[in-house]
């Protein structure tokens, strides 16, 4: 199959969500906000065509260049463009050139281009939400546009001198990233949807304690409105779907057949279930109390971390990617920031909290020694130590438990408690379907259906079970007309 035909289904409704996700997710600020800005520059026509024969790489001496795209041009890119740097140095015949791209979209979008007309990157920088689409991607010559990591590692412990770290991965990400029982990409940026609160305006209004439920969140937002340290509202999130399926995996409630697409290929969605119309349903309720701010537009990462960061609301569910950021708004701001885990509803048991963000996907049909640098770069760049660094730079969890333990050793999450929070609600998550996280084709389509009709509950006053079921008739469309294209049968 070309891959014009699998790029009219992974593309053209994808929209303009991330985490990125959420999240993203998965699915931060940086991370979610920009998938509609235009791409950033490719490489040069001059660079060296990653799938030329091995006969033809360069002389002895000459390093081999390991283009990287990733979806970050803020910081983040800056933070990578160093480790990229100590890659070079560390690793003899490889220089990795990181080029950063406004949205995971792009970088894709750009990589496939740059297969079909012979020069491809190294490496590309993917969303979560999008694993099923990496996964059946296909270039014009009809073969995958990835290759399977674990498959081109091939057992090794070590690739260019650089250590394997797959067997150090946490286990939230591990469950998520293996897929068939082998790992088809490379984790790195890991997060997870927490609470924020103002801990300087609830002792003001004389409200104590932690909600860990829907409905305590409700009663400090009662108590919260009803003191003399009231703003205009208490509490806001983001309009995005990542949102809704981290509630949904908390409940224990799946997004969709076969084990959440784990066990087989999933062929049905479940937008309209008890589980999601419970939680709509009591997000509206906030909203309708006046405790929850919408900012009125979808996926506004930027609008709600500005209102607490104002000190406009006391709570804020957002990424933990951002804790580092928002825990300095608190620094600089004048009052104290604390992380909690996502608050659940009181009535379901036995789910847990899920994992948001990216991984990097090695091309396919790379010449040997071009494809170890590609697999090279993916490890170094979440060993340990990089690991620990990225997750103090961001506020991503550290990916490997050798990071974790590094941290722990140097205090870092005594002197930072906010910083520990993401990791210890994924790690007390148990291992489920629900928890591990949905495989879903045109999943980045469908989580737009899903924040369309949460924006008509809140602004239209629709009802949330009607709402829903009318997207759930749109989201199995797209979910129908996708597997025609890449299903089994």
């Known amino acids: ?4 035909v699998s790029a009219a289904v992974v593309f053209a409704a994808c929209g303009g969500d991330d985490e ?3 999240d993203d997710a998965d699915e931060s600020v940086a991370d979610e906000a920009a998938d509609d800005e235009p791409a950033a520059d490719e490489p040069a026509a001059d660079e060296p065509a990653a799938d030329e024969p091995a006969a033809d790489e360069p002389a002895a001496g000459d390093d081999i260049v390991i283009p990287v795209w990733i979806a970050f041009e803020d910081y983040r890119l800056d933070w990578t463009n160093d480790v ?14 990181i080029t950063g791209f406004a949205s995971y979209n792009d970088a894709f979008e750009a990589a496939i281009q740059a297969i079909n007309t012979g020069e491809p990157p190294g490496v590309v920088h993917f969303f979560e939400a999008a694993t099923q689409e990496a996964r059946d991607a296909i270039s014009n010559d009809g073969e995958p546009v990835f290759a399977d990591l674990e498959e081109i590692i091939a057992g090794r412990t070590e690739v260019a001198g650089v250590p394997v770290v797959l067997d150090d991965v946490v286990a939230s990400a591990a469950t998520y990233y293996q897929l ?19 801990r300087t305006l609830l002792d003001a209004a004389g409200v104590e304690g932690t909600p860990t439920t829907w409905q305590e969140l409700e009663a400090a ?16 999130w983001p309009n995005h779907s990542w949102f809704v399926e981290q509630d949904m995996a908390l409940q ?93 509803n009181a009535e379901a048991t036995g789910g847990g909290a899920l994992i948001g963000g990216a991984t990097n996907w090695v091309i396919n049909g790379l010449d040997e020694t071009t494809q170890d640098g590609a697999i090279a770069w993916v490890n170094f760049v979440s060993n340990p130590e ?10 991503y969890i550290p990916i490997t438990e050798g990071a974790i333990s590094a941290l722990e050793a140097e205090g870092w999450y005594e002197a930072n408690p906010n910083q520990r929070i993401a990791s210890e609600q994924l790690a007390a ?22 924040t369309e009709a949460i924006e008509s509950v809140l602004v239209n006053g629709d009802d949330p079970a009607e709402r829903l079921a009318s997207a759930q008739e749109d989201a199995q469309m797209l979910l129908d007309e996708y597997n025609l294209l890449f299903g089994d049968g």
């Not at 199959?1 to 014009?4: G, L, V």
């Not at 990089?386 to 961001?394: F, L, R």
Request: with cysteine; net charge negative.
């Open 1 to 4: 199959m070309a891959f014009a």
């Open 20 to 22: 990125d996700d959420a």
């Open 84 to 97: 990229a740097a100590a890659f070079n140095e560390q690793v003899d015949g490889y220089t990795v050139e």
């Open 180 to 198: 068939d029982g082998s790992y088809t990409s490379m984790p790195w940026n890991t997060s997870s949807a927490i609470m924020f609160l103002n």
């Open 221 to 236: 937002c009662a108590a919260f409105m009803a003191s003399d340290a009231a703003t205009d509202s208490c509490v806001t």
């Open 252 to 344: 224990g409630a799946l997004l969709a057949n076969n084990d959440n697409g784990r066990s087989d290929r999933a062929d049905e969605v479940f937008i309209d279930s008890d589980a999601m119309v419970d939680y709509v349903t009591w997000w509206k309720g906030m909203a309708d109390q006046g405790y929850y701010t919408y900012t009125g537009t979808q996926r506004d990462w930027g609008g709600t971390y500005d209102l607490f960061a104002a000190q406009n609301v006391p709570f804020l569910l957002y990424s933990s990617s951002d804790t580092t950021a928002l825990t300095d708004e608190g620094v600089n701001g004048g009052f104290d920031v604390e992380a909690a885990f996502l608050p659940r």
């Open 386 to 395: 990089n690991a620990a660094s990225w997750h103090q730079t961001t506020g």
């Open 429 to 450: 998550s148990p291992d489920t379907p629900a928890t591990t996280g949905a495989l879903i084709g045109n999943f980045v389509a469908i989580r737009d259906v899903i």
